[in-house]
């Protein structure tokens, strides 16, 4: 039975481990605060109303297309597609291809660094492969004008960075929702695995400033992972209620 994803391709590999996935949302959320269009999400309340759930719910999505049978991987894109057509139509308005990019392209720059700060460098073929990855996605998302190479991926995404993000009243109320969410310390660590992991322009609007003592520890951490020791310490980093969610996630 064919799946969506090779089984050896290096997109499962990342997107099967638990703390990478969490790592490649840390990042994003940060990102995806200064997205243009992040009042999409804000209009159907979904998102400030419960960040962290919202984040286990693309996880869950996102885990479905990448390692389910290719037939229902797609029906789970065009449910995605319909649903947001719905909204559209509640709004009036449609979402821009930009807006689209905007979420693809970071999804492939998290997955990367993610992956490389925890594990291992990838080769260039490996970064191919998970941008031609994301590739077909967005084309059953009918996103337009998207990249099948790591080299165009990097020129659209720096484009991205510097003409469509911005620090605006929903940037920083997202960020307040992080923060009660999560409570002060998960929120401390969030802050400092987003100074590792975002580029340079995300960093400057969001004034993050240098990572401080997470970078000091990702020597050690990766020590405990091959000894796979630190699952543990994963579940003592997020909410009691999520916790078995984040069991699930944990995909072999």
């Known amino acids: 039975m064919k799946t969506f994803v090779e089984d050896t391709s290096i997109v499962k590999k990342i997107w099967s481990t638990t703390d990478i996935t969490l790592f490649i949302f840390a990042g994003a959320s940060a990102e995806f605060a200064l997205n243009k269009q992040v009042d999409w999400l804000y209009f159907t309340g979904k998102l400030p109303g419960d960040p962290i759930g919202r984040l286990f719910s693309t996880v869950k999505y996102a885990q479905y297309i990448i390692f389910k049978e290719e037939k229902e991987a797609i029906a789970s894109i065009e449910k995605i597609n319909t649903v947001h ?35 291992r460098r990838l080769t260039d073929e490996e970064q191919d492969e998970i941008v031609s990855t994301f590739t077909r996605i ?15 991926w990097k020129k659209m995404y720096e484009y991205q960075l510097t003409h469509n993000l911005l620090n605006s009243s929903f940037t920083s109320d997202l960020f307040q929702q992080y923060k009660k969410h999560l409570g002060a310390f998960r929120y401390f660590l969030l802050l400092d695995i987003q100074r590792i992991l975002v580029p340079k322009q ?6 993050l400033g240098r990572p401080r003592f997470v970078q000091l520890l990702i020597p050690v951490y990766r020590l405990i992972r091959k000894h796979r020791w630190h699952k543990q310490l994963i579940l003592m980093m997020v909410p009691r209620k999520f916790k078995e969610q984040v069991k699930a996630m944990e995909q072999r």
């Open 138 to 152: 967005g084309r059953h998302m009918q996103i337009r004008d998207i990249p099948s190479n790591y080299k165009e």
């Open 85 to 119: 057509q719905n909204v559209e139509s509640a709004r009036g308005y449609k979402i821009s291809n930009e807006g689209y990019q905007s979420v693809l392209y970071m999804l492939i720059h998290y997955s990367i660094t993610s992956f490389e700060l925890l594990q």
């Open 202 to 207: 995300v960093n400057h609007l969001l004034d």
